[in-house]
């Protein structure tokens, strides 16, 4: 069964940091961009940040550049989002998700592109 599965949400004070983690299974995510993406309640899913295959390219959203920083490890199947100085708009589930192609650049991945969905898990930060 392939899976994502998120881990390392939870409650934070404004300017506080987190780290995401993403680990993938059933399968090799090596050669598949990878990104996160968030839902706050009452609004629709956006696009955080996404790295390529090879970790060649990054894309950040405005609202998160230079506070958020995206990375992966292949050996590990895993990628990763490290959070800083977080506000409370960034309160939302954050999803972990990977392209349904393979060897696509950070630019390619985005809602219509994705293959594979985690579960989410919810980040909060308290003003």
């Keep these: 069964q392939v899976q994502l599965a998120e881990s390392g949400g939870g409650l934070v004070q404004t300017g506080g940091s987190l780290r995401l983690s993403c680990a993938g299974s059933g399968r090799t995510f090596s050669t598949n961009a990878m990104g996160w993406f968030r839902q706050a309640p009452g609004k629709e899913r956006e696009t955080v940040a996404t790295i390529a295959w090879h970790s060649g390219s990054r894309y950040y959203a405005d609202s998160v550049t ?5 990375s992966r ?32 650049t950070a630019q390619h991945l985005n809602i219509m592109t994705v293959g594979y969905w985690g579960q989410g898990t919810q980040v909060t930060v308290s003003s």
Excluded: H, W
Excluded at 66 to 70: E, K, M, P, Q, S
């Design 66 to 70: 230079g506070r958020f920083t995206i």
């Design 73 to 104: 490890d292949n050996a590990k199947n895993t990628v990763y989002l490290q959070m800083n100085s977080l506000k409370p708009e960034d309160t939302a589930v954050y999803y972990c998700a990977a392209d349904r192609n393979a060897y696509t």
